[in-house]
């Protein structure tokens, strides 16, 4: 009972764009800023209907657009959302995170020898 109301969603893999001279995802004009941060999720039963959007919208770094449908209520959208800027190394805290880590590993490993 419980399998038949899990949803499948996968995240769209972008295409080559000769002209932009990289990948790129089509976001139909929500999305004006490229960022490692923005993604699209489609529901394996719809096809390849995209069900989730997220993105960059200006210059500012905390701004963005969500867009969301069938399966998923905004909640489930939003919550997606936060998990997956949790596990950003690239923005600069994320970045700052992981030295003061790999830092406290070299120190002691150095302490342990």
């Not at 959208?77 to 070299?106: H, N, P």
Request: charged share 25%; net charge neutral; glycine share 8%.
């Amino acid at each position: 009972m419980l399998a038949s109301r899990i949803t499948n969603l996968v995240e769209q893999r972008p295409k080559w764009d000769a002209n932009a001279g990289g990948h790129v995802l089509n976001f139909h004009g929500r999305v004006t800023e490229s960022s490692v941060k923005n993604f699209q999720l489609a529901c394996d039963e719809t096809g390849d209907e995209t069900v989730l959007q997220f993105g960059r919208i200006s210059n500012y770094k905390d701004r963005f657009t969500l867009d969301c449908g069938y399966p998923l209520s905004p909640l489930q959208a939003f919550a997606t959302v936060l998990a997956s800027l949790d596990g950003k190394v690239a923005d600069s805290r994320g970045y700052d995170a992981m030295q003061k880590i790999a830092r406290r590993l070299s120190a002691t490993e150095i302490d342990n020898q």
